[in-house]
Every structure is written in C-alpha cells, then in structure tokens.
C-alpha cells in the first residue's frame, strides 16, 4: 500500500508555467531516466518507477499481486501558484487512474492534491471521488506550515465526507538545510516529519473532530509510536503548552491511525504491533527506492506471526484503511 510511480515522460512545467524547480526526466541510457530538479540531479530511476509492466513481473517474485501506487513527493510541489500545482495534479492522477484502468486487478491509485489551496484541493479531491480513487497522499507539512492548521481542517472534513482515505508521507523535511550530509534528511528528518504530522492531527483536535477519517502514516509512522511514552508525558505534565486544542490524551489515539509496515526492523514491528494493534499495520514497501522494503514482507514471514497477522498486514488492513471495511 506505499509504492511510487511516475510517468515515464514528463511535460516540462517549468518551460509551460514561466517559472520554478519542478521535476523534468532526461532519458540518457536505456531503461533509466533522471529526475532533475531544475537544472541540478535530483535522482536516478529505473524503468520499473514507470513501467507498469515491469513492476507487475517484480511483484510477482514476492507472490504480490496488488500494488498501491501513488506519486513520489518530490512532486507535490506545494511551493507553486495553487493553479499551476493544480495543473500538475491533475496530470499526475490523469496518469494514476490511466494505470488503474489499464490494470483494475494489480493498481490501485492514490491521487495527489495543491494543498496550499484548500479549495482547489476539495475540487481535485471530488474529481479523484469521481475516478474511483480511494484516497490520497499528502505531505507532513504544506510549505512549513503544520496539519492541525484551521485552514486545512475543510480537507481532512472532505475527506471524511467523501470517504477517501489519507496517506502522509514526509516531505520538506524540516532541519533539512543543516543536515544535508549522511542522508540525514532521509533517515533523521523523515522520521521526524511524520511524528510531526501524527502530533499536529492529535493535538490540533482533527481527528477527534473527525473520528470517521482514515489517516495512514508512512515509514511505520516514524518516531510517533516509539516516541509515545514522551508525547504522552509531555501532554500530561505541560497541558497548559500541550493540550490546548484538545483535551484527550495522544495514546488514545494510536489504534485509531494506520500505519505501514517499513520498518526494516522486527523487533520494531513487533513493538508497533503489540501498541497500536494487528488490525492497524499494512503492507508497505515504499517500492522501487532502495531505501524501500524490497524484498516485499519477506522479514514479516520470517517472524512467526500468528498467520491471522500476517494475513491482516498482507491485505486486509489494506482493505480496512482504503475502504472503511
């Protein structure tokens, strides 16, 4: 349910709009391509980050029929005048839903929406509705400013109206200008962002404001579950700087979340297991990236989980969040 994909061509929306880094592919070697970000290397890909064939046959050696497909979030691109991010949105989940088209019993799509615009965000949102897209991903953050912001409360209220599920998925990793070396973004940042995320839903009352939302956080949810002894504390013993918008402690909430299963570490999983419950963990790779579970749950098989877990992390969970059933 955490796979990305991208067209294998790209319009350059820098050149249509006038402006701006977005996200261009140049074709230099067969079977790659590379993702530039205005003019500097953002990243390398191989032909299974577009071709739909090619991730079925990949799949398939990990006995994976169904993949979850959504954007890399390099592309939200939130920075952008809310019309032309609109643009691009459009473009993007136009090739999604042409997948899941093409292939209705191996894709699934998540859309993408111009956040920065609430409005414009509703209006895609209600078109995804109309396409048959069960949900959508969103950044941790829009433009540095937090989820729980009242400004955002009309999307995740549209969300829940329609009955479309919400995937977070870190991006603009805060501290990122003053860690760029080891990869710190990747392994520190992101972690960060999404506890950041799961707090800011928490404490800014959305989703006790909302309890039919269906929210999935990437990476296992980050540092928000193994971090939960120390928010929950810290909501106890400050109340007067924590628990200002919502009076409900944050453990309430953790089998209220889903969560997918990357954590590259099963004593992790289990810890995340036994504390948010079975019925809340789903199968999540991040698929093609390398720092995805490539090997596709095959550490899960290997942890003799009860096989009513496994099979609620293979699928059902899935099922659960996507679908509400």
């Not at 959504?70 to 042409?98: Q, R």
């Not at 997948?99 to 409005?119: C, H, K, N």
């Not at 006790?208 to 193994?226: I, T």
Request: glycine share 8%; aromatic share 12%; net charge negative.
């Amino acid at each position: 349910m955490h796979t990305h994909i991208l067209p294998e061509k790209l319009p350059d929306f820098a050149e249509k709009f006038g402006y701006g880094d977005f996200i261009h592919l140049v074709h230099e070697r067969e079977g790659f391509a590379n993702m530039m970000k205005g003019g500097v290397f953002f990243r390398e890909i191989a032909k299974n980050c577009w071709d739909p064939e090619v991730r079925i046959r990949e799949y398939e050696l990990y006995r994976t029929s169904v993949q979850v497909v959504c954007t890399i979030p390099v592309m939200f691109s939130y920075w952008a005048k809310s019309e032309d991010c609109l643009d691009l949105s459009m473009f993007l989940n136009d090739h999604l839903a042409g997948i899941a088209d093409d292939y209705p019993e191996r894709y699934i799509p998540l859309g993408t929406v111009p956040m920065q615009d609430t409005d414009l965000a509703i209006r895609e949102l209600q078109r995804l509705k109309e396409l048959d897209f069960p949900g959508v991903q969103i950044g941790s953050n829009i433009n540095g400013l937090n989820l729980s912001e009242v400004r955002f409360f009309p999307f995740f209220e549209a969300c829940q109206e329609l009955d479309m599920a919400v995937f977070i998925h870190p991006w603009e990793m805060m501290g990122e200008a003053d860690m760029k070396k080891y990869w710190l973004p990747w392994l520190v940042g992101m972690p960060a962002e999404t506890a950041r995320a799961a707090c800011s839903l928490v404490f800014g009352g959305v989703l006790e404001r909302l309890p039919h939302l269906r929210v999935c956080l990437a990476h296992a949810g980050g540092s928000f579950v193994p971090t939960i002894g120390r928010i929950e504390h810290g909501f106890n013993c400050r109340p007067d700087l924590v628990a200002v918008d919502n009076p409900v402690t944050p453990r309430h909430y953790l089998n209220k979340i889903w969560y997918d299963s990357a954590t590259h570490d099963p004593q992790l999983l289990r810890y995340i297991l036994e504390v948010v419950g079975d019925d809340r963990v789903c199968l999540g790779t991040d698929y093609p990236f390398p720092l995805g579970d490539l090997e596709i749950g095959a550490f899960i098989e290997q942890m003799g989980l009860p096989s009513e877990t496994v099979e609620r992390i293979f699928y059902k969970n899935t099922i659960a969040w996507l679908y509400g059933h």
